[in-house]
């Protein structure tokens, strides 16, 4: 489905078919293009292992701090290679890092062992003592929102009719007299997380980036 073939099918859903509209058209791209980052986080639906500057990361002699791509949240596979063999590197949190190599701060420039994510950095430990290409496979959100009427979403098609439930809990949300419904607001979301899954927060996403094995679960009905 495109653009306006899901904002028709909002408009459908939430008997906003006369205008003046109850929403504005801005309003509706906004939250479908809410449902769709939405989706991928949930969901995990986008695993990224083609796109050269979120995919690749070029590495310094002795800098072991870098910047992530902007659609970067989850790095499913990290490798670091130069002129020595390529290495696969473990993804780790501070707090393990600590457990079993107290010293990793201090450690002299080596080949990278470790990595360690936050929201928007990655850091090698060891920082490398020559310079290389990171490779990673990475969980992200869409590259481009959704603006004209013939965009489609980079989600699967599979998944693009659920997203106008995501639209339709925005809607019926909104702090006015003349649409707020709270019933079909909450009918909406759940309808949206039953298909796609909760939203992790902050702290789950932080956990489950590092320290264990990640599985993609399909939310498929």
């Known amino acids: 489905m495109n653009l306006e073939q899901l904002v028709e099918r909002f408009r459908i859903d939430a008997d906003d078919l006369v205008e003046p509209y109850l929403w504005q058209p801005e309003w509706v791209v906004g939250w ?30 002795g800098r072991g701090s870098y910047p992530l791509h ?29 457990r079993i190599e107290p010293r990793w701060r ?21 920082a490398p003592r020559e310079a290389g ?37 925005r809607a019926f949300s909104k702090p006015d ?8 607001a909450a009918q909406a979301l759940d309808n949206f997380e039953r298909y796609f899954g909760l939203r992790p927060d902050a702290d789950l996403r932080r956990s489950t980036r590092q320290d264990e094995v990640q599985a993609n679960v399909s ?3």
């Open 106 to 126: 201090q450690l002299a420039a080596d080949a990278p062992r470790w990595a360690i994510q936050t929201d928007t950095r990655l850091r090698l430990v060891p």
């Open 32 to 61: 479908l293009n809410e449902a769709q980052d939405e989706a991928a986080v949930r969901a995990r639906l986008l695993l990224d292992d083609y796109t050269p500057g979120l995919c690749e990361i070029a590495v310094e002699e």
């Open 70 to 98: 902007s659609k970067t949240y989850e790095i499913a596979h990290l490798q670091f290679e130069s002129t020595g063999r390529p290495c696969e590197l473990d993804m780790v949190s501070r707090e393990k890092l600590d």
């Open 177 to 184: 007299t003349e649409v707020i419904d709270p019933t079909r």
């Open 133 to 169: 290409l990171l490779r990673l496979e990475a969980y992200r959100l869409p590259m481009r929102a959704l603006a004209q009427d013939r965009d489609k979403p980079e989600i699967h098609e599979a998944h693009h009719l659920h997203l106008v439930q995501w639209a339709l809990y």
């Open 219 to 221: 939310h498929i009905l």
